[in-house]
């Protein structure tokens, strides 16, 4: 069973999915959007993906404020996840991402990509790391 990990943004969604065992997260792309009220495309998207690699479950990563309060991005996190799975008939976990994109960015440094290059893969690797911490918990 192949899960999805989606770190969903105002311009991008970053997606990971996992091996065939659940053992492990692989970054696949990032959905850049056109505007954040305009889902369509990256829903279809999003879908397309789901097929190629025959997902049953969708981890949505959800950015609670530090105290642990839903703020306004948890909130559209939410409202994405509960669009996707109307579309695609799958169920969603929404999974704690506080800082993801920080650790994201941190990996990026250590492994030496240049600053004006990390943009382009950190929305991918913050969806690596929600995927991962979903599938180590089980």
């Given amino acids: ?5 989606l770190d969903f943004g105002s311009k991008t969604v970053g997606v990971a999915v996992s091996d065939p065992l659940g053992i492990t997260a692989q970054g696949v792309e990032i959905v850049r959007r056109q505007e954040e009220n305009k889902l369509r495309r990256t829903l279809a998207r999003l879908e397309e993906l789901i097929k190629e690699y025959e997902v049953e479950k969708l981890v949505v990563g959800c950015p609670l404020h530090m105290n642990g309060d839903f703020g306004e991005r948890a909130k559209k996190s939410e409202e994405f996840g509960t669009k996707l799975s109307a ?3 799958l169920p969603v976990i929404y ?13 990026m440094k250590e492994a030496g990509v240049r ?17 991962q911490g979903y599938l180590d918990s089980l």
């Fill in 1 to 5: 069973m192949r899960i999805m990990g």
């Fill in 87 to 89: 579309r695609t008939g």
């Fill in 95 to 107: 999974w704690d991402e506080r800082l993801t994109t920080v650790e994201a960015d941190e990996i």
């Fill in 115 to 131: 600053r004006e290059h990390r943009k382009d893969y950190v929305d991918k690797i913050a969806a690596v790391l929600i995927l």
